[in-house]
């Protein structure tokens, strides 16, 4: 109801971190949550825009909505930031790799030694970055949405994720069940949102996830957006 004047920003899939021509650090996100949430959101909101890393390319072939491919954690902060509005949506259930060779190879490396010493950088934290961003004035109505794909203490890093990076509502997935989390079908979820709601979903399609997760945003923008 609510999002139906509002453009609807989804990020999925992983991102790429090249080691050099042919070598990469990345992730098993197939980008399935992602596009789920982009279709779901595509019947309600006023616009949409997928940006996602390298993805199958039949989640997106039928897609009403705009797609922006990226490669890297980098490339997908810039296109976040470009997309942004006032009043605007953004579901960051991408997998962006956290750390980056700090040096990416001109030719294939080639073998020498039982062992090889990789220097990693932090890439940039796209969420601590538009916190940032609401923090200092530069985007102001803006609801936010995280997701957690934890392997243990689920729950404790879920929570910390909502609060230090100002999350309006958090999705929280146990990345290690076979059931749910990467490449598969479907998701079992627990969303946390600002106002202290928690609810359980259980074993359900990816696309029912989302109209879930999407029940919940709209359920909340009056309340967190001032133009509604």
Known sequence: ????????????????????????????????????????????????????????????????????????????????????????????????????????????????????SLELARTPDILKVVAAMKKEGRISELFVVGFAAETNDIEEYALKKLAEKNLDMICLNDVSRKDAGFGTDTNILTIFARDGMRKELPLVSKQEAAARIVDEIDARLPRFLISC
């Open 1 to 116: 109801m609510y999002l139906k004047n509002r453009k609807a920003i989804v990020t999925g899939g992983p991102t790429r971190e090249w080691i050099d021509p042919v070598r990469f650090i990345s992730n098993p996100s197939s980008g399935k949550m992602g596009a789920a949430l982009a279709d779901e959101c595509s019947r309600r909101a006023r616009d949409t825009v997928f940006i996602h890393g390298p993805i199958e390319p039949s989640l997106i072939s039928m897609a009403p909505y705009r797609c922006v491919a990226v490669e890297t954690t980098a490339d997908m902060l810039a296109a976040v930031s470009r997309e942004l509005e006032e009043n605007a949506v953004l579901i960051m259930a991408a997998a962006p790799a956290d750390y980056s060779p700090v040096t990416r190879a001109n030719r294939k490396i080639k073998k020498s030694g039982k062992k090889m």
